[in-house]
């Protein structure tokens, strides 16, 4: 868990507990209690005596009612079928998981899915099945959820960080040439926030150089490059269906690919390395491989199947607020919103992220601003911090493993941090400012509602600093 530090809204950690989402993405959805006035205009801010007054000095938030919660569950329409995986006494995997499999393949376009307990494991099977071991060097970006560098490492592989495009917050790919060694095996780019990463030109490179590409689309589902899906462009695509992501299943992960001879070997090892397909032999040859347990259950792929019958109608609706409320607010001198690559056809927005400059909100920091902008009823949080510099590299150059599998220079643990800094990161992580994705479920008005929070906040930064908040 990696929670405090995406402080600044207002819930406590009790109740992200409450929630029960152990949060993927470091999105913690803040749920206000009170009931059905989604979409409603809490009072015609700017006539009310009040209404100028910032929520955080005591004036009247701009949104009262709640948001969309998350995740969605319609008895009516979602229930049956998990029930019926529960009578029926068939709960490890079967035809249900395989019907969820074969449906998201079709969806993404691309031949093969196979699913897995998450997307951790969908990341690790994925890079363990394309080769990449001990001594191996795996290129990452350091502006993501700590589970794409733990999966590179419980590999035996070392991470390598390319420093972020703070334009749109994905790997750099004008920094990646400078990294690559003869060591490097692979890229992993991530589509983080569920924005696409440039893979035109990620592919490019890795064609260039000879490398693997796993795409890390656990925050990316239905995200397009020129009407093609994320996901389907490298040697395999990886997701997650845990509880915050805008596919929930609780827990559980997937793996795509064209590639029949990788996908088999994919599903040979998440099965203990039983036989599967043509390429690991036939039934009753034994175990063919080292392989594990991944395997997704029943009543996971019941629920995956009624969450997928939203995810089309929900993605169109998060991509027209997104760019309905980018556009309302791109002219507040301070607020930088994301930039999508040109060839982006549709995003995810698992979140939807801008920049803050503390400079032209006469200096309120932006610790500030985000307690502020959470009392006028907007949930926000400050995102992720460097992945490059934290303590768990260190823990992983000290394992037995990675002692035996490195050079003493190698696992040198301050010369590794000093040839991994990024700096333009780091900067990225002091100014950004994430609204979950559950409120782009809203309405049009709800997007007009978070614009005028952020310029009410704006014309009171002084008052709210001088408060001493
Ligand atoms: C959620 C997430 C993962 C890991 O998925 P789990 O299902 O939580 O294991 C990996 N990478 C990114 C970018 C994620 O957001």
Not at 81 to 102: K, P
Not at 237 to 256: D, M, Y
Not at 350 to 358: A, E, G, M, Q, V
Not at 423 to 433: K, T
Request: hydrophobic share 40%; proline share 6%; charged share 20%.
């Amino acid at each position: 868990m990696e929670k405090d530090k995406t402080s600044g809204s207002s819930y406590s950690r009790r109740t992200f507990l409450k929630q029960g989402a152990i949060m993927g993405a470091g999105a913690v959805v803040a749920v206000h209690t009170v009931p059905a006035l989604a979409g409603t205009l809490s009072a015609p801010v700017m006539t009310h005596p009040e209404g100028h007054v910032p929520a955080i000095l005591g004036g009247r938030p701009v949104k009262s009612g709640s948001w969309p919660s998350w995740p969605i569950w319609n008895p009516e329409t979602d229930e049956q079928r998990v029930i019926d995986v529960l009578r029926s006494g068939v709960w490890s995997r079967a035809h249900l998981v395989e019907e969820f499999e074969e449906k998201w393949a079709a969806t993404l376009g691309v031949k093969r899915c196979l699913t897995v307990v998450n997307g951790t494991n969908a990341l690790i099977a994925s890079l363990v099945q394309l080769g990449i071991g001990g001594g191996d060097e795996v290129i990452v970006p350091p502006y993501t959820f700590i589970a794409t560098v733990i999966a590179v490492l419980a590999t035996g592989a070392m991470p390598v960080f390319v420093d972020t495009d703070p334009e749109t917050y994905q790997i750099d790919v004008r920094k990646i040439e400078a990294k690559i060694t003869p060591r490097t095996r692979a890229i992993l780019p991530v589509h983080i926030l569920g924005l696409p990463a440039d893979m035109t030109n990620i592919l490019k490179i890795a064609r260039r150089h000879n490398l693997a590409v796993v795409e890390d689309a656990c925050q990316a589902w239905l995200a397009e490059i020129d009407g093609k899906k994320a996901g389907t462009f490298g040697d395999a695509g990886c997701f997650s269906f845990q509880n915050s992501k805008n596919l929930p299943i609780g827990e559980g992960g997937a793996i795509v690919s064209d590639d029949d001879g990788f996908m088999d070997r994919c599903h040979s090892y998440h099965s203990y390395g039983m036989p599967y397909g043509t390429l690991v032999g036939a039934v009753g040859a034994g175990t063919v491989m080292a392989g594990t347990k991944l395997r997704l259950t029943e009543y996971q792929a019941a629920i995956g199947l009624a969450q997928l019958a939203r995810l089309e109608e929900q993605t169109d609706l998060r991509n027209k607020n997104a760019a309905y409320l980018k556009q309302l607010i791109l002219d507040i001198p301070g607020i930088v919103p994301y930039k999508l690559y040109e060839k982006v056809t549709r995003a995810a927005f698992h979140l939807f992220p801008f920049r803050y400059r503390s400079a032209e909100f006469n200096d309120l920091p932006r610790e500030t601003f985000l307690k502020a902008l959470s009392a006028e009823g907007v949930p926000c949080l400050s995102g992720y911090t460097p992945l490059n510099n934290q303590p768990y590299l260190g823990h992983a150059f000290q394992t037995k493993n990675f002692q035996k599998m490195y050079s003493p220079e190698s696992l040198d643990i301050a010369a590794y941090l000093e040839r991994n800094e990024c700096p333009e990161n780091d900067r990225l992580c002091q100014e950004m400012v994430w609204i979950p994705q559950n409120v782009l479920l809203g309405s049009r008005n709800d997007m007009e509602l978070v614009a005028h929070a952020i310029e009410k906040i704006r014309k009171n930064a002084d008052r709210i600093r001088k408060n001493g908040n």
